[in-house]
């Protein structure tokens, strides 16, 4: 082996197997390094779904791996799954201005492949098209899809050509011959629409009115909403409800139209004492509690509380240091796992490693890509106190090492 061969497989060892590090290392992390791991790590995981978009070979490339008892047409619904997933979380990254920088090398590569690669996914020609005629599955990822656009407005939709918007636009429309089920699934189909009023182009103000009704009429208290009548104990709150209602009602606020900026406001303030109670859910070693449907969507669990540090809405008590470092923590137990990853570079079914018995009948390859709006904050610039502040303990590391931490209390409102 070569001796550049060799630096380059010795530093990828590094990578995988370098042990976790915490706020309590007698030299604290930078949050520059902290950076750092985060763009390549999220670049790791983005970059298989995006060469095979810019290539056009994503339904020849993408692994077909499925659940135990899984019951969607894979084929169908895979593909959709890893693109509108993988964009929703890479978007407000890919949205910084390009400078010298080797964090903005990735971010060019990926937007670039990527705008190469929209046009055929909604090309019927092409071998990458993607289905939204067909199937439920559709209204969910692309609502991922449009909640991309709209992070990402001058990155990713902008660029675009005018063939190509019209048919994602015709693409979005054509999902209104399918009712979305009384649960998060509304906010696909409302989001959806929020898209479309955005960009001026007809909306159905019904799907999105929909939505919000039920969400309000969800709310049980302290942050949390029911998924539905019933309360289940999962992550549904961050993976869909909170960021995606949030995001509707920016628009509708901005817009003025079908609510008020009350209702944005509150929405906002709901999902801050969610991103609270998310953060004290990490224990000290960077592991949280594995209860309820999707866990394999590994840091998509805490997309709320990362989205509310990118929107500069964390309160006092709990610091971006602190979220940063409890964040990473979390994607080192995650994603340092052996098996995390394939031999190929495509995640696999699992948690900490490669679990396929932890996936819900309806997990295949495509939906594991969620994972990506874990990593939210790449959108602040390295500039942002997010990144720049010292490290510093996470309330449970406090609590647990006999630190004074403030008394947790819930909201009224």
Same mark, same amino acid.
């Given at each position: ?5 060799? +630096? ?22 930078? #949050? ?53 997933? !993988? ?6 990254? *890919? ?116 939505? +919000?009704?039920?969400? %309000? ?5 302290? #942050?949390?909403?029911?998924? #539905? ?20 009602? %920016? ?9 008020? !900026? ?24 960077? !592991? ?44 080192? %137990? ?30 295949? !390859? #495509?939906?594991?890509? *969620? ?6 904050? *790449?959108? *602040? ?16 590391? %406090? ?15």
């Amino acid at each position: 082996m070569s001796n550049r061969k060799w +630096i380059v497989a010795a530093a990828m060892a590094l990578l995988l197997n370098v042990p976790a590090r915490d706020c309590f290392a007698q030299q604290p992390v930078k #949050g520059a390094e902290d950076r750092q791991y985060w763009s390549e790590l999220l670049f790791r995981i983005a970059w298989p779904i995006a060469k095979s978009i810019s290539n056009g070979t994503l339904h020849q490339d993408l692994p077909l791996e499925t659940a135990p008892g899984y019951y969607l047409n894979l084929k169908a619904v895979t593909y959709g799954e890893a693109v509108g997933r !993988t964009l929703a979380g890479i978007a407000p990254w *890919l949205a910084l201005p390009d400078d010298a920088s080797k964090e903005s090398a990735l971010r060019q590569q990926l937007r670039e492949a990527l705008l190469k690669g929209l046009p055929n996914l909604v090309n019927p020609q092409h071998p990458d098209h993607l289905n939204f005629e067909t199937e439920m599955q559709p209204l969910v990822d692309a609502a991922f899809l449009a909640q991309a656009f709209l992070r990402a407005p001058a990155a990713l939709w902008e660029p675009l050509d005018s063939l190509t918007k019209k048919r994602y636009v015709a693409a979005f429309q054509s999902l209104r011959n399918r009712n979305a089920y009384y649960s998060n699934w509304l906010l696909f189909a409302g989001i959806t629409e929020a898209f479309l009023l955005n960009t001026g182009e007809n909306f159905d103000p019904a799907r999105i009115d929909i939505a +919000i009704r039920k969400m %309000k009429e969800w709310y049980v208290g302290d #942050g949390l909403y029911s998924d #539905g009548e019933k309360f289940a104990m999962d992550y549904y709150n961050s993976f869909v409800i909170q960021p995606m209602l949030v995001d509707i009602l %920016k628009v509708l606020s901005e817009k003025k139209i079908l609510t008020t !900026t009350a209702d944005y406001d509150l929405a906002r303030k709901r999902m801050v004492r969610y991103a609270v109670l998310q953060e004290k859910m990490i224990s000290p070693e960077g !592991t949280y509690p594995i209860t309820g449907r999707s866990i394999t969507y590994r840091t998509g669990a805490f997309q709320a509380l990362a989205q509310t540090a990118l929107e500069h809405q964390l309160p006092e008590i709990t610091t971006p240091a602190q979220v940063r470092c409890a964040l990473t923590a979390v994607m080192k %137990k995650l994603f340092e796992a052996p098996g995390t990853f394939s031999s190929a570079g495509w995640l696999q079914i699992g948690l900490a490693g490669h679990q396929p018995e932890l996936g819900d009948p309806y997990i295949s !390859t #495509g939906s594991l890509y *969620l994972a990506t709006v874990g990593f939210l904050p *790449l959108g *602040l610039p390295a500039s942002d106190p997010f990144w720049t502040t010292p490290a510093a303990a996470w309330s449970s590391q %406090k609590a647990f090492s006999g630190q004074a931490i403030e008394k947790d209390h819930k909201i009224d409102y």
